[in-house]
C-alpha cells in the first residue's frame, strides 16, 4: 500500500507485477501533507484532509463501517492498536498566521509596521479512539 502526496487515492500493489496498483482507494487528500495510514490483514485504515477515519477492505473492495469524524483537521497519521479495537490518530495541519507587511507613507527610513493577526483555531492532537468491531 502506498500513498502519496495530495494524491486523492491510496494505491494498493502486487510486487509480482509492479507496473499497475491492483487498487485504488478513494480518499480526500488536497495538501502536500503526508499521511501516515495502518495495515492489518486486509484492512487498510486511514486518515484523510476532512478529518475522517476510514477503514477499507482490500478483499471486498469497499468501506467498512461508517468513516469516524476523528478531528476537524486533516488527520495525518492512524495507528490500529495491535490487540484491542482502538486508533490513534493525530491531527496538524502546518499553518502559519499570514503577516502583512505594510510601509506607512510618513515612517522614518522606511520602517515596516508588522501586523499579525490572531492565531487560526488549531487541532493539533492525538486521540484514541474506539473502532467499530468490523474493522479489528
Not at 22 to 41: E, G, N, T
Not at 56 to 72: E, F, N, R, V, W
Not at 121 to 134: F, G, H, N, V, Y
Amino acid at each position: 500500500v502506498s500513498g502519496h502526496r495530495a494524491d486523492n487515492y491510496l494505491r494498493v500493489w502486487d510486487v509480482r507485477r509492479p507496473e499497475l496498483p491492483i487498487l485504488d482507494i478513494p480518499r480526500v487528500s488536497k495538501s502536500s501533507q503526508r499521511h501516515l495510514f495502518s495495515v492489518k490483514d486486509h484492512k487498510v485504515i486511514y486518515g484523510d484532509d476532512e478529518g475522517l477515519v476510514q477503514c477499507y477492505d482490500i478483499t471486498k473492495g469497499g468501506l467498512m463501517d461508517s468513516p469516524l469524524q476523528a478531528h476537524s483537521r486533516p488527520v495525518v497519521s492512524v495507528q490500529l492498536h495491535p490487540h484491542f479495537n482502538m486508533v490513534a490518530t493525530s491531527s496538524g495541519d502546518r499553518t502559519y498566521p499570514k503577516y502583512e507587511v505594510d510601509s506607512p507613507p510618513n515612517s522614518p527610513r522606511g520602517l515596516k509596521e508588522y501586523v499579525c493577526p490572531p492565531k487560526p483555531p488549531t487541532d493539533s492532537w492525538l486521540r484514541i479512539l474506539d473502532t467499530p468491531k468490523a474493522w479489528f
